[in-house]
């Protein structure tokens, strides 16, 4: 096998523009006035009384009060500032102005595409430097989200570290034995060895990692009830900046193989999916969602796995604000040493790098 070990500086990632980023679950979002910033934009949700999601500027134009903030408020489909009274319409126009008829021209809140999607709102983060397109074709899915034949959980959480760390931290996951061992982590996972594959032209990162025979950990043992060893399949799909997508197949050791048109009836299948969200350079949205096909409706399963997907997410979210404490107490020119397990990062970062890369000047 080909052993790799690579020195390299540390530094941060840079938020990627012109890009889809989860900004909310569709349930977070209704007729009360809700505000996350996203890639160091404070931007307003709400939905209008046609149920559409709509998504404006958190700072009114006149002297740049929330309008997240009460007293500002909805008044049917326009949003009312708390402070003097300029009010906005869906499309972030003003539409009036206390004490004269005319509204400047210039009166209107930068207003953001969104799609709402596998239970996501998907917002588009544009580049001020060059022009781009908010193609909601181009958002990857996760349909397992939004399906009938699955049954999700899911929450947000957030962190104060650089997004890049969150990249490393999902697209490596030998941490599981150590950070979240008694959970979702036992040995095998260390040591078993990965592959790693980069689609360039897609912009997928793929990291695969099979283990023949391993220990069942808790969160699969509890929601399966299979007792015994299993063969564990994780297979992570990674399409930056934002959707990474982990394939989790178990199965008890001897189980049937899926069958070659995909079918898999001897398996428990997880779909565990985390969307990666800048707040801002120093501060992320971790967004975690957990899917199954086995124990449909079991309410007690569905606690179960909420409960233990958020007690392992919070390991992370503990280990990340730490490490991000501790690298911004680093000297310059600090380095760190790469080995096999970290493929799929490295791939992962150079991807981002390209994609935040400032567009070449044309040459005339
Ligand atoms: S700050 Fe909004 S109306 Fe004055
Ligand atoms: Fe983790």
Known sequence: MHHMERRTLVTMTA?????WYVAAYGREVSRELFSRTICGEPILFWRTEGGEVTAMSDRCVHRRFPLSQSPSRLVDDTVVCGYHG????ADGVCVAVPGQKRVPRTARLTSYSVVEQDSFVWVWIADPERPGT???STIPRAR???SPDWDAVSGVEHIDCNYGLLVDNLLDLSHETYLHGGYIGTPEVAETPITTEVDDDAGI???SRHMDDAQCPPFYSKSTGVQGRITRWQDIEYTPPCLYLLHSRIAPVGAALPADDGTDTEAFHTEIVYAITPETEHSTHDFWCVARDFARGDDEVSTFLAENNRTVVMQD??????????LDAEKAGYQELSINIDAGGLAARRILAAMAAPAPVPVS
């Open 317 to 326: 979210v503990v280990a990340l604000d730490v490490l991000q404490k501790a």
């Open 205 to 207: 990162v793929y990291v």
């Open 134 to 136: 908010a193609d909601p």
């Open 86 to 89: 300029f009010t906005y319409g």
């Open 15 to 19: 938020i990627v523009r012109n890009q």
């Open 144 to 146: 397992w989200l939004d």
